[in-house]
């Protein structure tokens, strides 16, 4: 019913009125018949000028220069600086396939190994020596900083082949052993580098956390022969080499027979790897000395704290060996080829026929989370290091020293099984071998050892695989007697140890301490059931032994074996209890991270497969979920959450479907999270499961989409792919997640934005997938969630939200379903619905309106939040504009009316847009907005303007959400119209969808201004949407926006001139300095724009605030600025300056084709029209290219054709402010806008001459006379030159058109020219003056003087001058200029009889008024129009100016005019206003009266001398009037260094007395400046007239000053030849007035006496205590400084010495006893000044100055003493102090102070 009676209206009201373009752009009227007759005569004109230049003006049309102007653009948004700054790489986040980890790389090659003891080997030599026994060389990294081993060993043979032959028998017996194979599927791998690994000399070694700390340390070792010390001996100590060598070599080949198979240390050398922490590598560095390995010490312990020690050498004392080791280390090639793992399995490129392999060595990773990476490669390998035995202790065996232990992996423990091939061999044997003994230490009972024995773990274990040590003693004997050579065997067995692997099925061990037994029966496993074993010493741990797993098979935390030994046994069909699961999914919470990060990809994949087929037992998908959300958040915390991203891109698959019962896993997720999110219990599994949404959303999106393929639903309808049990999952998901978003933002503000992020990505991803209408209603369920009035933060959640669903790929389908993909011109009536934001509009366009309403509400919230909004739409609207998808023009117009309500919601702000310091905003770009602007109120919308943007909601539910949360809804009816792949269903849920809550309703009362940032971008994105739309959509829009709005849309573009305005390159490069300064110590998101955010790196980068929103770019910016960056900056600047002016010229043409009447109205009068010439204006104020001024100046060109009544018909305003602008081009240094300006000034004077009937160009012509002079004053005319240039062009145009011979136009043309060039002579002059204010005012005052009877041209000139005073600050004398103005119009409106005041009213304001009442008439009066309204606005200005210049008591004077006026308008709000201020002056009085503290200017008398520099000036003097307390030498300073940079310093002279000056005695080479401080002088009359201060500084034109001298000659001497001067002098005008400096008219001296100037003196000495002590609020200061002067004074000065020298008994005769009895009486009244002042003080001080007082008023008794000893009289007696005067003073200052009349004494007696 509501819909029926709504629209009803709407038919009612649409027949009622008549159509919006009837009214508007109906019939033309008579005026608009008249102009176009006018307009065609002028071009016909034209066309017979036959000059070349005019006949291609005729020419010109409105289709030529739109045809013009589209040549050659631009996108707007591709010339904006921030999006060329956009870099597109890395928009697609690169997540990587799972891989294997490396640190710093680098490649260790072993070349030689040589010690001094040198030989040949074999019998015949050949060759060069060579060592005379082999040594084995093992390479390792250790780490001193963490005090551990970090790399396995790399074992390096370097012995040449004859030293190799030595030990030929040895290998030959280690390779006939009998061994059991475990790698039959590796032989042909292994077969294949297995003869290359025989002696390998180069290692890739791997280095995660390098520092300088890390040392690779090499140890050699040699056969076992004896002990270190005997054996290193003869390399120490040989005093004959060849002999020591032939021994050596002789007692070697005897060992290397028997022994060959043991060794034993010999040496150790080391050397860093590193240069720095940022794993620079030490390529240059060279090993150390080869040190003696001391037989102590061998551990690896051992040896770090060697190196603890290595770089202060004097601090360890090692035995070197001498010789050297030559190992190269250097960075790991890229292209290196033929490498095999740590496990010799060969890495591509790996060639067969190659000679030498490089092998990677293990690096034993630090346990640390941020180290760690999962496994991706097969190792299965465990290092066995046998660290020591205690046989010292043991009774079993008689020997047992040189012990050698043997490690074996072993299968079983039966008495012949045999050992395990899969021990990696050492170089000269086999790859693998069945055992590997350490190396023996000579006569040690108790040997450390330090070898890595590295094990091959087969993949499958069993209880029965187990380590056995097997320990020998080796006998170091040679016997060389054959007969005892049977007796002797070389090793004899003396103990067993054996570790098993498993311990409850899993790896256990790293560090253990076995006993050792000394047999080996059957069964020793089980040594507990088998009573044969003999244990040594007692079964006591002998042996201890340390292991290292590097396994990606095998896992040592218990927990986690437990976890994957439980899923094998579900996987295998075993019956497991959900219990034991459970308890096994929470004991994964106990797991370490770096363990977890390890098997990560297992650990998930079991926990997503556990999570889907264990749907029934909800306690296990909930603990399985528990242990996602757990993972998950370690792998963030750590920063590793590149290996969740990895996961769910390479190795996630969903749960297929296995019957109709089971579940998906994205449905058994979803619920899960569901129940997660209801559970109020653990807030902090919440927490987590917020933060880090994306994984989980993401695992959902990725089943949704792998359930769709495989079981190939993509080609089903969309509403049929899921079931709706999964859509009500997913709506209880979000209603779930909503309460924690809205209402825990505050105390989970980083959780509650991700979650709001993540969930947005994940609906946005639902819409490629699911029913699109049921994926609206979550985007509106979601919105709905927001209040009315929510906090910022939601607020930006809110935008957030919005910015990640329009950022879908196919956003624009989606928001225009029907028409869209068709390439077609639109028609305005197919766009209807999207002239405004309507319910309609909405209906069809879902998700823009959502935007854009959110975004106008958006525009009325806080800095922050309408940056925020602002940057979702910008960013939008960049997006499609440079979508490849959408390049045609169509397509982009169609775009553009999606977004044509836009347009009406800048309209709504545009009073919140305005120009400012363009530097501001370079300052405070986005990522700096900050703080808000000053705040305003106006109405939210006009009541016109309701229905585009008031949502018509009515319908408010609440909804009650599952968990107990609730939030209000309000709903709005509509649907959607779908295309024809949308189901019917789909349709049913799009027409729901629309039921939203918009907040967009929300009323703020208090608006604050966008600043420069928001505004320019709101501009752009408008000039965007209006140059795109098709024009008569345009046009179509316009036509419905009221008429009050048009102004505001023409605004708006007169803004955009502003806003995009050319600065200049230098001007760039500043800003970007200061720019640069102010951000490049912050971090660098507040110097870049957002980050990616697109398809995968949307769900998986983190939130980071509104503030850094963007389209998935980065700003670049760089920590410098290059002079191209600068170049590039400036040119991209200047072409956008230039589009945007031409976009503004297109639009501004649309809209005068579609008003022409409406701007035509009242001769061009009306604010339609105002606006639109004042943008014509503003392309000229600001700054524009050549390119532009050219389009620009044809559009003026056809502006005056089109409308010539509104210039030359209506008001002189449009005229005169477009002759100004004109005239300044015609300066313009560039000689295309001086030509193409002067054409216009020419065709302006010709078609006001047309307009006239050929009569006169009379407006033009004063116009143009009052623009020069204008300018002139303004000192803007530069260029005179080039200036005159433009007026030859203009007369030669006039002589040049045949159309105008025999008319007076070209006559008049010459005339007009002649008069400018006449006025153009004061030009040179005010440059010349132009940084002397009181001359260039004074050139200023004599053209206006000049100009009496213009009244107009006046003006002009006394404006001028008031704008030279405001800017120096001189606002008195800008108050008077003001005032002048007003007599100047109310004398002409009075020649009118239009007001009845004349300038007379102004003879108390200035007596310098009678200067305005000469105004005559001329032959320019009749188009002067002043009115009464004009008049209010100068008055106005007056009150204001006097206001400033601080002079309130003539605003009065001033208001008795503007009151009748407006009382008789009754405009009594402003009659509330005036009063206002009057009272505010009338309080301003008050305050200076009773302060004191008003200056109103300081006066100083000027003189000029020398004729070669000051010419006419020379011997003028003036008075100059300076602002307040200006000094004597602040004013000499001043006018010393103005004429200095005028004359030259060395050539002008302060004259520094103030004797009159003698021209003739001064140098003539020398300009002399005279500068005298006077006072402003009144006699009595006028001192009785004049009480008040301000009487006293207003309408003055006499001034004293005084001048010193003697009779002598001297300035100054004794008291009784003491003379003075006082000089009087009088001024042309008086002040203040329209200048700061009066010429001197008149000047009067008198001489004073000795006498005299004694009896002038104590007047004034007097006066001025009297009026100190009279003031209603004291100054102690000045009170105690001026008592001081007259009672403290030296001997011979001060009042005792005037009364010594003229009032002394001897010398008083000498003077007339007239001024005698003067002085006495003088004396009298100053003793009781002093009195009074005394007593005033004593009241006014505290104790600390009582001492201070009683000074004070000692000497005032001794003064009095000796006054009155000197004229014979009691000077001050008890009558007196009782004195009337003395009385009331006292009681006045009582009464004003507060005390009471007893203080530190009686006031009657405190003086004496």
Same mark, same amino acid.
């Given at each position: ?200 000399? &180069? ?39 060849? @002999? ?33 922490? %940022? ?44 010789? /050297? ?60 290091? $046998? ?20 490690? #074996? ?20 044997? $086999? ?144 019956? =497991? ?172 503000? #980083? ?25 609206? %209603? ?88 309408? /940056? =925020? ?69 106006? $109405? ?217 009447? %409406? ?34 100046? =044809? ?41 193409? =300006? ?14 006239? &009937? ?46 105008? @011979?025999?008319?007076?136009? $070209? ?155 407006? *009382?008789?308008?009754? *405009? ?43 010419? #006419? ?10 602002? @307040? ?91 009784? #030849? ?101 002085? +006495?009486?003088?004396?009298? +009244? ?83």
């Amino acid at each position: 019913m509501d819909e029926w009676i709504v629209t009803l209206k709407k038919i009612i009201q649409s027949n009622a009125e008549p159509p919006v373009e009837e009214k508007r752009n109906g019939a033309t009227n008579e005026t608009s018949h008249d102009d176009e007759t006018c307009s065609q005569g002028m071009m016909e004109s034209l066309e017979r000028s036959m000059h070349p230049e005019l006949m291609k003006y005729a020419r010109e049309t409105e289709q030529l220069n739109k045809m013009n102007r589209s040549d050659g653009r631009h996108k707007l948004f591709s010339l904006d600086s921030e999006v060329q700054r956009l870099d597109f790489s890395g928009i697609e986040p690169d997540v990587k396939p799972p891989e294997e980890k490396f640190g710093k790389r680098f490649l260790v090659t072993c070349h030689d190994l040589c010690f001094n003891l040198v030989g040949h080997v074999n019998d015949r030599p050949q060759g060069s020596p060579t060592n005379v026994e082999p040594f084995f060389v093992t390479l390792a990294l250790f780490d001193v900083k963490h005090n551990c081993k970090i790399s396995a060993d790399f074992h390096v043979d370097l012995n040449p082949p004859s030293v190799r032959e030595m030990l030929s028998d040895v290998a030959a017996q280690t390779s006939n052993g009998e061994t059991k194979v475990m790698f039959p599927k590796k032989s042909s791998v292994y077969s294949l580098v297995e003869p290359l690994l025989c002696y390998p000399q &180069k290692g890739i070694f791997s280095v995660t956390n390098p520092h300088p700390d890390i040392y690779l340390v090499a140890r050699i070792e040699k056969v076992l022969q004896g002990s270190i010390t005997q054996c290193a001996e003869p390399y120490i100590k040989n005093s004959d080499p060849a @002999k020591t060598s032939q021994k050596v070599l002789k007692a070697m080949k005897q060992v290397c027979g028997k022994l060959g198979r043991y060794r034993m240390p010999f040496a150790w050398c080391a050397r860093p790897v590193f240069k720095d922490m %940022q794993g620079c590598l030490d390529g240059e560095g060279r090993f150390s000395p080869l040190y003696k390995q001391e037989s102590s010490k061998l551990s690896n312990e051992d040896i770090l704290k060697l190196l603890a020690d290595f770089k202060r050498p004097e601090k360890t004392k090692l035995q070197v060996i001498p010789g /050297h080791i030559d190992v190269r280390v250097e960075c790991v090639p890229a292209d290196i080829s033929n490498s095999v793992t740590s496990s010799y399995v060969p890495v591509k490129p790996f060639k067969e026929d190659c000679d030498n392999v490089t092998v990677e060595i293990e690096e034993f990773v630090p346990e640390a989370a941020k180290c760690s990476y999962p496994y991706t490669v097969y190792k299965n390998h465990l290092y066995v290091y $046998p660290m020591n035995l205690k046989y010292d202790g043991q009774k079993a065996f008689a020997k047992a020293r040189n012990i050698a232990v043997c490690v #074996e992996f072993k299968d079983s423990d039966l008495e012949n099984a045999c050992p395990l091939k899969n021990i990696y061999g050492k170089p000269g044997g $086999p790859l693998f071998t069945t055992s590997a003994f350490a190396a023996v230490t000579h006569h040690n009972q108790n040997p450390d050892f330090y070898d890595e024995i590295k094990i091959e773990l087969p993949i499958y274990l069993h209880e029965k695989h187990h380590l056995l040590f097997t320990f020998y003693h080796v006998s170091c004997e040679l016997n060389t007697k054959p007969a005892n050579k049977k007796k002797d065997a070389v090793e004899m067995q003396v103990g067993y140890a054996w570790f098993q692997l498993l311990k409850n099925g899993r790896l256990a061990f790293s560090e253990v301490q076995l006993p050792v037994s000394a047999n080996l029966p059957s069964g020793y496993l089980n040594h507990h059931s088998v009573p044969d074993i003999k244990w040594v010493d007692g079964s006591k741990p002998l042996f201890k032994v340390r292991s290292h797993l590097v396994s990606t098979v095998y896992t040592q935390d218990h927990y986690l074996h437990d976890f994957f030994h439980h899923c094998q046994m579900i996987k295998s069909g075993s019956q =497991a209890t959900p219990g034991d699961l459970v308890k096994h999914l929470k004991c994964l919470h106990g797991v370490e991270i770096q363990v977890m990060i390890h098997f990560l990809p297992t650990i998930l994949a079991q926990l997503f497969h556990i999570l889907a087929t264990m749907t029934k037992e909800e306690d296990v998908t909930i603990n399985c979920l528990r242990v996602l959300i757990y993972i998950v958040a370690k792998c963030h915390e750590e920063g590793l959450d590149q290996y969740l991203r990895s996961f769910l891109k390479y190795v996630f698959r969903a749960n297929k479907l296995t019957n109709s019962q089971s579940k998906t896993t994205h449905e058994v997720l979803v619920f899960a999270m569901t129940a997660i999110f209801k559970q109020s219990a653990d807030f902090n599994v919440i927490n987590k499961l917020l933060k880090y949404s994306w994984f989980f959303f993401e695992a959902v999106i990725k089943s949704m989409a792998q359930n769709l393929l495989e079981d190939n639903r993509v080609k089903l309808p969309r509403n049929q792919r899921f079931p709706e049990s999964y859509h009500h999952a997913l709506r209880s998901l979000l209603l779930a997640i909503i309460p924690h978003i809205t209402i825990r933002y505050g105390e989970i503000h #980083e959780e509650s934005r991700n979650a709001n992020f993540n969930l947005a990505n994940f609906i946005k991803r639902s819409l490629t997938l699911m029913d699109r209408g049921f994926t609206f %209603q979550l985007v509106n369920d979601y919105i709905c969630g927001f209040g009315l009035r929510d906090p910022k933060v939601l607020i930006e959640y809110k935008f957030e939200f919005l910015q990640t669903i329009c950022n879908h790929e196919h956003y624009i389908p989606l928001n225009l379903p029907l028409t869209f993909g068709k390439i077609k011109s639109y028609r305005v009536q197919d766009s209807n619905l999207e002239l405004m934001l309507s319910e309609d509009y909405c209906k069809y366009h879902f998700l823009v309106g959502l935007l854009l309403r959110e975004v106008a509400v958006g525009l009325r919230d806080s800095c922050h939040v309408r /940056h =925020a909004a602002i940057a979702v739409l910008k960013n939008l609207i960049i997006k499609h504009t440079f979508d490849d998808r959408y390049q045609h023009k169509n397509q982009q117009a169609r775009i553009a009316l999606l977004y044509l309500p836009l347009l009406t919601v800048v309209l709504e702000n545009v009073q919140r847009m305005e120009v400012r310091d363009f530097a501001s905003f370079y300052l405070n770009m986005p990522n700096s907005a900050s703080g808000d602007d000053l705040s305003f109120n106006f $109405p939210m919308t006009s009541p016109q303007r309701e229905s585009f943007i008031a949502d018509k909601d009515t319908a408010c539910a609440s909804t009650t959400i599952q968990n107990g949360h609730r939030f209000k809804r309000e709903d709005s009816k509509g649907c959607l119209v779908t295309d024809a792949g949308m189901s019917p269903h789909e349709q049913g849920d799009a027409s729901e969808c629309l039921r939203r809550r918009t907040s967009t309703e929300s009323t703020v009362q208090s608006l604050y201004r966008l600043n420069q940032y928001e505004t320019r971008t709101l501009l752009l994105c408008f000039l965007h949407i209006a140059k795109t739309i098709p024009e008569d959509s345009l046009s179509a829009y316009l036509s419905k926006v009221p008429p009050p709005e048009l102004v505001n849309f023409l605004t708006i573009l007169e803004l955009c001139l502003y806003h995009f305005k050319y600065m200049g390159r230098k001007h760039i490069a500043r800003i970007h300095d200061l720019w640069m300064s102010k951000h490049h110590t912050t971090d660098k998101k507040s110097r870049t724009m957002p980050v990616a955010r697109s398809r995968a790196g949307l769900i998986q980068g983190r939130p980071q605030g509104l503030a850094n929103f963007g389209i998935s770019f980065t700003l670049n910016h760089g920590s410098g600025t290059s002079e191209a960056d600068i170049v590039h900056q400036s040119l991209l600047e200047s072409n956008a300056v230039t589009e945007v002016c031409l976009t503004v010229l297109d639009i501004i043409s649309i809209f005068c084709q579609s008003f022409k009447t %409406q701007l035509l109205d009242s001769d061009g009068h009306n604010p339609l029209m105002k606006k639109i010439f004042d943008i014509h204006l503003t392309f000229l104020k600001v700054g524009q290219s050549e390119v532009a001024l050219k389009h620009v100046f =044809a559009s003026m060109r056809a502006f005056i054709n089109k409308f010539p009544a509104a210039f030359f018909k209506g008001r002189v305003t449009m005229c005169a402010s477009f002759c100004y602008e004109v005239l300044k081009c015609c300066t313009s240094k560039l000689n295309s806008t001086r030509s193409e =300006a002067a054409a216009l000034l020419y065709l302006l004077m010709r078609n006001n001459f047309e307009y006239t &009937k050929r009569k006169t160009f009379l407006r033009t012509h004063l116009q143009i006379i009052i623009a020069v002079s204008q300018l002139i004053a303004d000192v803007s005319l530069t260029g005179g030159s080039r200036f005159q240039e433009s007026l030859s062009i203009i007369n030669n145009f006039a002589n040049s058109d045949k159309a105008m @011979k025999g008319t007076s136009f $070209p006559t008049e043309v010459k005339d007009l020219t002649k008069r400018i060039r006449t006025v153009l002579m004061a030009t040179a002059q005010m440059k010349e003056h132009e940084k002397d204010p009181e001359m260039l005012v004074d050139l200023q005052y004599s053209l206006a003087k000049s100009y009496a009877s213009t009244p107009e041209l006046r003006r002009t000139w006394l404006e001028s001058m008031a704008k030279v005073h405001v800017k120096n600050g001189d606002f008195s004398e800008a108050a008077m200029c003001y005032v002048h103005v007003v007599a100047l119009v109310i004398e002409f409106l009075n020649k009118r009889k239009l007001f009845h005041s004349r300038c007379s009213a102004f003879k108390k304001i200035t007596a310098n008024i009678d200067e305005e009442s000469t105004v005559t008439e001329d032959c320019g009066i009749q188009d002067i129009h002043y009115s009464e309204e004009v008049l209010v606005e100068l008055l106005e200005r007056c009150v204001d100016g006097l206001w400033k210049a601080e002079r309130y008591e003539l605003i009065s004077d001033i208001s008795k005019l503007i009151i009748p006026i407006y *009382e008789k308008r009754r *405009e009594f709000e402003k009659l509330t206003d005036l009063y206002r201020k009057l009272h505010g002056a009338y309080t301003k009085i008050l305050d200076v009266m009773h302060s004191g503290k008003r200056l109103l200017g300081t006066y100083f008398r000027v003189a000029f001398y020398g004729q070669a520099f000051f010419e #006419e000036e020379d011997g003028k003097e003036y008075i100059y009037k300076e602002p @307040k307390l200006t000094r004597l030498s602040e004013i000499s300073q001043r006018l010393l260094t103005l004429y200095s940079e005028r004359f030259g310093a060395e050539n002008v002279k302060i004259i520094q007395d103030s004797n009159k000056v003698n021209a003739k005695d001064l140098d003539s080479k020398y300009a002399y400046i005279q500068v005298t401080f006077v006072n402003p002088y009144f006699d009595e009359k006028e001192l009785l007239e004049r009480k008040t201060d301000f009487e006293k500084n207003h309408n003055i034109n006499k001034f004293m000053f005084e001048t010193p001298y003697t009779l002598s000659g001297k300035k100054q001497g004794e008291v009784e #030849e003491q003379c003075k001067r006082r000089t009087i002098v009088t001024t042309t005008n008086t002040f203040p007035y329209v200048k700061k400096r009066i010429a001197i008219s008149s000047e009067q001296q008198t001489d004073l006496k000795p006498i005299d100037v004694a009896i002038d003196e104590m007047k004034e000495r007097t006066s001025e205590l009297q009026k100190l002590c009279t003031c209603n609020e004291v100054d102690m200061i000045q009170l105690q400084l001026k008592l001081q002067g007259c009672v403290s004074v030296q001997v011979n000065a001060g009042p005792l010495a005037y009364a010594r020298a003229f009032l002394s008994d001897g010398k008083s005769s000498k003077y007339p006893s007239k001024k005698v009895n003067d002085l +006495k009486e003088i004396f009298r +009244k100053f003793v009781h000044a002093c009195s009074i002042a005394l007593n005033m003080n004593e009241r006014l001080i505290k104790e600390d100055q009582i001492e201070y007082h009683e000074g004070l008023k000692s000497n005032f008794r001794d003064m009095v003493k000796e006054l009155s000893d000197i004229i014979h009289e009691e000077l001050l007696h008890e009558d007196m102090l009782h004195n009337h005067w003395l009385r009331n003073s006292l009681h006045v200052f009582s009464a004003i102070s507060g005390t009471s009349d007893s203080g530190f004494g009686s006031p009657a007696l405190s003086v004496l």
